[in-house]
């Protein structure tokens, strides 16, 4: 099946990506998933494993245009879709597209309303600019990595999440998406510099906001809400599992004692962190009592702010998921679904993945390439050897 139009709140938006790994190709799928036209320029072989694409969720929505980029046709053919292009975005290192002869400069000659969406781990100057790295590396340089860890344990990856999506993936969107207003209004496109280490330690913005005020300390497992907190911690259940007590406000932890009859003296003192050691014993031997299954009959749905802790192959299965639909459920086949919800133009279904070069001709085309120009482009080589078409 080929590409195929959906509707959205992007609809009419039309967004080259240039192919890489992680953040950029979520950044993409983000603006798929919401409607816009995501054309991912990609390379005649992929970095790293390929994934069939029922599974490669990253580049769910999008079109796949292979290009040979050391063909200066296929450099031209970049150049003319950015002639009717809203954005692009790529994630490669600084100079990268400048030496490939797609940098901003020259793709806003020919549009210049086009926003150049750029995301690095380092961001596009200073010190380690050139450097490399990874979401850890990013991370650990804004404070966020150092405050993730059991107390008195060492500091914790958190997956990918804080970096390449959150502090990365996450605000390219944002950024590339506040550019194109300011594009309609004023007509001159911009260059977004999406750093992973910015976006970071802006998600940290709460914590430095404590700190400020001396509520929040550089010691892991030591505040409030970096498990140091007892009623804000997870708990191994009399089964082996687990589940997350997030009872912060008063309110709700006087709900969390009296549903699960903690009327011990040990809980009588929320605000006293002198007591917190005490009070996290005796929770962790009350939790490990009962299974989780108990807790959740128990606890789930009151004020107690409870959650079971569940694994991924549960996840899209428990019952609020699947009311939602917060998980697309096809088989064997599961992918979250689309985020956020619009109510007057909701997107479809996450659509496949492309094949890798399903679109050459058809997106050249649809973009307003003259056949002409397509033809000169394949004999030229621009398609690199491996051509796949539709």
Same mark, same amino acid.
């Given at each position: 099946m080929g590409w195929e139009r959906i509707m959205g709140p992007l609809d009419?938006?039309?967004?080259?990506?240039?192919?890489?790994?992680g953040p950029a190709p979520f950044c993409g799928m983000l603006l798929a998933d919401q409607g816009a036209e995501v054309l991912c320029i990609e390379r005649a072989r992929r970095n790293g494993p390929a994934l069939p694409p029922e599974v490669d969720y990253l580049n769910r929505g999008k079109?796949?245009? /292979?290009?040979?980029?050391?063909?200066? +046709?296929? /450099?031209?053919?970049?150049?003319?879709?950015?002639?009717?292009?809203?954005?692009?975005?790529?994630?490669?290192?600084?100079? /990268?597209?400048?030496?490939?002869?797609?940098?901003?400069?020259?793709?806003? +000659?020919?549009?210049?309303?086009l926003v150049y969406g750029r995301m690095t781990g380092w961001g596009q100057?200073?010190?380690?600019?050139?450097?490399?790295?990874?979401?850890?590396?990013?991370?650990?340089?804004?404070?966020?990595?150092?405050?993730?860890?059991?107390?008195?344990?060492?500091?914790?990856?958190?997956?990918?999440?804080?970096?390449?999506?959150?502090?990365?993936?996450?605000?390219?969107?944002?950024?590339?998406?506040? $550019?194109?207003?300011?594009?309609?209004?004023?007509?001159l496109g911009q260059v977004v510099d999406a750093a992973m280490v910015d976006?970071?330690?802006?998600?940290?913005?709460?914590?430095?906001?404590?700190?400020? $005020?001396?509520?929040?300390?550089?010691?892991?497992?030591?505040?409030?809400?970096?498990?140091?907190?007892?009623?804000?911690?997870?708990?191994?259940? $009399?089964?082996?599992?687990?589940?997350?007590?997030?009872?912060?406000?008063?309110?709700?932890?006087a709900e969390l004692v009296r549903l699960a009859g903690?009327?011990?003296?040990?809980?009588?003192?929320?605000?006293?962190? +002198?007591?917190?050691p005490a009070m996290r014993d005796r929770l962790a031997a009350i939790i490990a009592t009962r299974s989780r299954d108990d807790w959740c009959a128990m606890l789930e749905g009151s004020d107690a702010c409870f959650a079971p802790v569940l694994a991924m192959a549960e996840a899209p299965y428990h019952r609020h998921n699947a009311a939602r639909g917060t998980f697309a459920v096809d088989g064997a086949a599961i992918q979250p679904g689309p985020a956020p919800r619009f109510s007057r133009?909701?997107?479809?279904?996450?659509?496949?993945?492309?094949?890798?070069g399903a679109?050459?001709?058809?997106?050249? +085309? $649809?973009?307003? /390439?003259?056949p002409e120009e397509i033809a000169a482009l394949r004999q030229a080589g621009g398609f690199g050897p491996q051509e796949t078409l539709s």
């Open positions: 009419g938006l039309k967004i080259i990506e240039m192919g890489g790994l079109r796949s245009l /292979v290009l040979d980029l050391k063909q200066p +046709a296929a /450099v031209e053919a970049v150049l003319r879709l950015c002639e009717s292009a809203d954005a692009l975005i790529e994630g490669f290192r600084p100079g /990268v597209m400048e030496r490939l002869g797609l940098g901003p400069e020259a793709c806003r +000659a020919r549009n210049p309303r100057d200073g010190p380690l600019a050139h450097a490399a790295g990874h979401d850890l590396n990013y991370i650990a340089l804004t404070g966020a990595l150092h405050a993730i860890g059991p107390a008195g344990g060492k500091p914790v990856p958190p997956l990918n999440l804080v970096g390449d999506f959150g502090g990365g993936a996450m605000f390219l969107a944002f950024g590339v998406l506040a $550019a194109l207003l300011d594009a309609r209004r004023s007509g976006g970071a330690a802006l998600l940290m913005a709460m914590q430095w906001s404590w700190r400020a $005020a001396g509520q929040w300390q550089d010691r892991r497992g030591g505040n409030l809400l970096d498990g140091g907190a007892p009623f804000y911690d997870t708990y191994e259940t $009399a089964d082996g599992k687990y589940v997350a007590i997030g009872s912060l406000e008063p309110q709700f932890y903690l009327d011990d003296a040990v809980f009588a003192r929320q605000d006293d962190p +002198a007591g917190w133009t909701p997107p479809g279904p996450p659509r496949p993945a492309p094949v890798h679109d050459n001709a058809g997106a050249l +085309a $649809a973009w307003g /390439v003259p």
